[in-house]
């Protein structure tokens, strides 16, 4: 099979300066194939260590790579707009965005401040909304874009992650509808589910907890980024879709719908008596985690912004 590459491609891959950290691995492998890149982070006190976006872009100059380091927040319109600007002054153009930029804040739907609910929707949700509009022009006129979102399984429904969740459920709908528009215009978009150790579970879990020792052991970021640059290729072959990728694994997620009932003169007895009919052929292997103990973390205190 021909190489993959990127040649003459410029991608933004957001929230990228970490160190382990899944956007680094995105940006890396992206240059390795030849693409020019902007690595964007602004830093973030909720991903502890050292490690910065220019310190991602050395790397990858170090390896022969061409990339640029931007520092805007992807958290308001203006960042946004700034963080495509770079994209267009560096290298003319942007045609791959990886909306990778995230944050979290582990704890109980009740206990979490005000202020980091909307910090984690600002971030992880309208982060998203702001950079691929601010691209999007760019892409309609260059009839192509690939644009990866980067998602959670928390969307199922994970416990003491309610805003989180939210967000990346918010993300997952923004990409099938910015799919559905885009399909005209020659702009993919699709999102993805990772799962690896890095800088925001070693922020967010204690180091005794299962999750920790067994992302840390099993789950590099670097088995992630294959089918991220897949789908930021020209060949990627689908759009609107979703993918859990994590320890080498490559699986679909999707919506499902259940056969149901139809019922004209339905009354609220009725659904009561038919509900077995309305769940049946609901998929088993949904992976919905409603019991904090059950998923094996051991959230390190919250502390409010
Ligand atoms: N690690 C996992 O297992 C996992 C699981 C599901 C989803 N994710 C998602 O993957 C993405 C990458 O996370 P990660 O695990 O590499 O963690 P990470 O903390 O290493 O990376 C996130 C980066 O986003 C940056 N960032 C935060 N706010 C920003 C802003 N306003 N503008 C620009 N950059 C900002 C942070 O500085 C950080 O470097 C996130 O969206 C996260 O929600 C990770």
New binding site residues.
Partial sequence: MKELRFDGRTAIV??A??NP???RVYAMLLAARGANVVV?????KH?PGAATAQGVVDEIVALGGKAVADTH???TEAGANAIIQTALDAFGGVDILVN?????FNTAFDEISSTDIQRTMD??LM?PIWTSRAAWPHMKKAGYGRIVN?V??SMYGFALQAAYAASKGGVYSLTRAMATEGKRLGIKVNSV????F????IGSQEEDCRTYQG?KAHMPAEVVSPAVAFLAHEDCPVNGECFDVMAGHVRRIYMAQTPGISVPDITIEKVAARWDEVMAGTSPDIFLVTDFDGFQRHDKPYKPS
């Fill in positions: 957001t929230g300066g970490g950290s899944l956007g964007n982070d602004i830093g973030s991903a927040s992807v958290a990778n930029a995230g944050i979290i971030v992880n982060g980067i959670s399984g589910a990772p799962g690896a890095t800088r925001m579970v992302t």
